[in-house]
């Protein structure tokens, strides 16, 4: 799974550099995909007013059932290998209706005109929190939903989207265009959920990274460094998302710092992509010091910080580096064989060839494959994956993206001709 969080940075399509970061993310998230995204958002707050928005809601609402019936089957019980507490029997599988989707996508078709108006002008005047709906229908109600402002809802959007995108247990992938616009969306500054800043910032830069957005990922990064970590106020946030649940000071640490390198591991790639060399020095220094903060072992940052020394003509540093790194844990004979020609072009005084094993393009699977380590160890994914109180919103995300790649690739393939040749267009830029 590094290896595929690593490629992730390899997404977006080569920037023109004759435009701004910001013209370029306004770009990216008018497509389809997102039209429709905010399209099923339409459809849950119009559907009292709205025959049409009605009945997608309700398909919707069918298919959120279904979604939330099978991951809680899915999930272990809470109280499984307590003493003195039986396993319940497991529960027959449910399937989610494909009717349910079939007739969802119908009808979020025919919004999908009100969705790009919302997203091309760039604001939300007329639209609501629809967590509150959605979550209205479950079993039990979290309390922090009859509160949730807009800000707080792109903010947890953004988080379970991003969650099960990095998830390598999830069966349903997430669409980049999706992320990208809550991304967009999120004020990190102005959610409800205190202390959590830092990982939303770092959540951020990672998506603007792997869509190119680099001084974008760099900005939120930057930002993300200015703030100090705040145990208490990260550990309420976490607690309330949990239902209550008692978080131990542990993970609050680990899930912040864990984001904290996610941003600048994905800038430094971005940068290195890009070419900006000076960038791309500062990113690395500032994830391998993250790093170093969150406990990762020299070893596993040796070969990032023996590049880092070679750039600085430190040869003595870089051997050391990389004598760092041959210890590390679970080497593959292509890394150690890596590892071995780097030395040896040291040793050599050879900084052509020193250059040439470490292939800039080789920065987004290091750095990846480094972060992505240590989040699986800390249990980050699946705590967002799999919390009872993120279920509903995670069936919720599933079904919608379900119901998008049903509307694009079947209602909108019976559209009249000249909607399917506009279609055609705007298909050629879809990711």
Known sequence: MGVALGVTV??????????????????????????????TKVAVLRAPTDPAAQNARAQLMAAVQSGSRIIEAALPSQHAGDAGVAAPAAAPMPSIELADVARFATALWGLRAEGARIVRSGREDEM????????????????????????????????????????????IPIPPEMILYEASRTDAARSQLPGFEPVLRGAKAYVFAIHELCD????????MDRITFNAELMQR???????????????????DLSFRALGHGASAACYAKRGDDAQMKEELRRFVD????????????????????????????????LADARRMRELD??????????DRAL???????????????????????????????????????????LVRVRSYLTATNRSIDAARGTVGATATGAERRARGIIDRFWR
């Open 10 to 39: 390899g997404l977006g399509a080569g920037c023109k550099r004759n435009k701004t970061d910001e013209e370029l993310l306004r770009e990216k998230i008018d497509c389809v995909c997102v039209h429709l995204y905010v399209a």
């Open 128 to 171: 609501q929190p629809v967590l509150p709906l959605i979550l209205a229908g479950g079993q039990s109600v979290p309390a922090w939903a009859a509160h949730i402002d807009l800000q707080t809802e792109h903010a947890l959007f953004l988080i379970v989207l991003l969650g099960l995108r990095l998830h390598p247990r999830v069966p």
């Open 216 to 223: 974008l990922a760099s900005r939120e990064a930057s930002a």
């Open 237 to 255: 946030s976490m607690s309330t998302l949990a239902g209550g649940r008692t978080v131990r000071p542990q993970d609050s640490r680990v899930m």
């Open 290 to 321: 993250s790093l170093h903060s969150l406990g990762v072992p020299p070893e596993e940052t040796g070969v990032i910080r023996a590049f880092l020394a070679h750039e600085n003509n430190d040869t003595a540093g870089a051997r050391a580096a």
């Open 333 to 342: 004979p292509d890394t150690r064989s890596r590892i071995e020609a780097m």
């Open 347 to 389: 040793a050599a005084n050879d900084r052509d060839a020193m250059t040439r094993q470490f292939d800039r393009g080789q920065l987004a699977l290091l750095t990846g494959r480094v972060v992505y380590r240590q989040v699986e160890r800390s249990g980050a994914l699946d705590a967002i994956a799999n919390e009872p109180s």
